[in-house]
């Protein structure tokens, strides 16, 4: 059974940092493209950002370029956010996903990801 656990999020100050990771079982993890996604009150789920398998090939979405980081550790089958610079409109629940088709590909379409975390609340408070 594929599992994806998201670490606790949390309460944030505007420009304060926070980290999230998501650690997988039930699949080959370094097999997988990991993404995470985020769903504002109220709006549709969002891409955030996606990382390659080996790591080595990353995308963001606009709003977070140059203030998160996507990162993996297949050896500890886990994919990391760091989010500094912290934003109130920032404020989501975050999920990760892992996309099953074993494509090496990466991809940003929600649609393209088989696997989902619980989802973890970042608030962030101006």
């Known amino acids: 059974q594929v599992q994806l656990v998201e670490s606790e999020g949390g309460l944030v100050q505007a420009g304060g940092s926070l980290r999230l990771s998501c650690a997988a079982s039930?699949?080959?993890?370094?097999?997988?493209?990991m993404g995470w996604f985020r769903q504002a009150p109220g709006k549709e789920r969002k891409f955030v950002a996606v990382?390659?398998?080996?790591?080595?090939?990353?995308l963001y979405t606009e709003s977070v370029k140059g203030r998160f980081t996507i990162s993996r550790d297949n050896a500890k089958n886990t994919v990391y956010l760091q989010m500094n610079s912290l934003k109130p409109e920032d404020t989501a629940v975050y999920y990760c996903?892992?996309?099953?088709?074993?494509?090496?590909?990466?991809?940003?379409?929600?649609?393209?990801?088989?696997?989902w975390g619980q989802g973890t609340q970042v608030t962030v408070s101006s």
């Open positions: 990382i390659s398998r080996s790591g080595i090939s990353t």
């Open positions: 996903a892992a996309d099953g088709s074993l494509r090496s590909n990466i991809r940003v379409g929600i649609s393209f990801y088989d696997y």
């Open positions: 039930g699949r080959t993890f370094s097999n997988d493209v």
